[in-house]
């Protein structure tokens, strides 16, 4: 089955310095990389997601890069900000609208104001 | 926005007795799945649902668990015989009808096992 190894474990950074978080995957049938945030006490949310057919998106602060080759997969936040600290999940999974979802170790991001 | 909603937040539990967890799926979607997260570790799928039945299940969903969506609203996970090892928390999540619609989550119900 899938296997997604997840880096840093945890990370800390200045406010308005970038963090990036990088995650590797086992599968190569996996076609789809949604990146979530998970704030204490709330389950995860969805911030971006990206699928095989596209090397980089991009949504205001945040970005995503794959590289399938490589089956490598990153997490791009510029100018951070106190808000964004909390526990970020990548995840991959394969084609089928009810295939699982297999998580990352995930990355606790503090962002130090 | 539409959001999963999850309860209770919090079921404390003895071991050995049964508990439901309950899930209302955003309502178009068909598509319904429970996770699992022990503390401080990594989420973890259990089991996928559609069109009324298992698609698919992880090892970690053994013959104590099951899962059924009651009415049209409700999903629903049974543990029938609950072990202190089941304690975390349990995550229900929904997706829309086409392949890879990404799956929202509900913020969770944290059991615990006495």
């Known amino acids: 089955g899938e296997n997604v190894e997840q880096h840093p474990s945890t990370l800390s950074v200045q406010e308005g310095d970038s963090a990036v978080i990088k995650c590797t995957y086992s599968d190569s049938a996996s076609n789809y990389f949604p990146w979530y945030k998970q704030e204490l006490g709330k389950g995860p949310q969805l911030i971006i997601d990206?699928?095989?057919?596209?090397g980089e998106k991009k949504d205001q602060r945040i970005a995503v890069t794959l590289n399938k080759t490589a089956k490598h997969f990153s997490l791009h936040i510029t100018e951070t900000q106190p808000e964004d600290s909390a526990v970020y999940f990548c995840a991959a999974t394969s084609s089928g609208g009810y295939q699982k979802v297999t998580f990352g170790t995930g990355t606790k991001l503090q962002v130090i104001p | 926005e539409p959001e999963v909603t999850q309860t209770p937040s919090h079921q404390v539990t003895q071991m050995g007795q049964e508990v439901i967890l309950r899930c209302v799926p955003i309502s178009n979607h068909l598509y319904f799945y429970w996770y699992r997260q022990i503390l401080g570790q990594k989420v973890e799928f259990l089991v996928s649902f559609y069109n009324n039945e298992i698609s698919e299940k992880s090892e970690i969903f053994d013959d104590q668990f099951s899962v059924e969506r009651p009415d049209g609203s409700n999903f629903t996970l049974k543990i029938r015989s609950t072990k202190l090892e089941d304690s975390a928390m349990y995550f229900c999540?929904?997706?829309?009808?086409?392949?890879?619609?990404?799956?929202?989550f509900g913020d969770g119900t944290r059991l615990s096992i006495l």
């Open positions: 990206i699928r095989s057919n596209v």
């Open positions: 999540a929904s997706s829309a009808t086409e392949p890879n619609q990404p799956q929202h």
